[in-house]
C-alpha cells in the first residue's frame, strides 16, 4: 500500500492537491488543540478532518 501513495506524488497537480490537503489538516488540528476553541467548532472541525481524510483517500485511490 504505501508504494501506491508514492505513485500518486509523481503528478505535480496531484502532489499540489495533497499538500494543500496536509496544510489544513495541520491548521484544523491547531485550532481543535486550542483550549478557547468551543465544542461546536471542534465538531465541525473533526467534521471537517474527516471529509479532508476521504478526499486524500479518493485522490490516492484514483492514482493506483
Known amino acids: 500500500m504505501k508504494y501506491k501513495g508514492w505513485r500518486a506524488i509523481d503528478s505535480e497537480a496531484i502532489n499540489s492537491a495533497l ?9 484544523l488540528v491547531l485550532e481543535h488543540s486550542n483550549k478557547n476553541t468551543l ?17 486524500r483517500d ?6 493506483e
Open 19 to 27: 499538500l494543500d490537503i496536509a496544510i489544513l489538516h495541520v491548521k
Open 39 to 55: 465544542p461546536c467548532r471542534k465538531e465541525v472541525i473533526r467534521a471537517e478532518i474527516l471529509r479532508l481524510r476521504i478526499e
Open 58 to 63: 479518493r485522490i490516492l485511490e484514483h492514482r
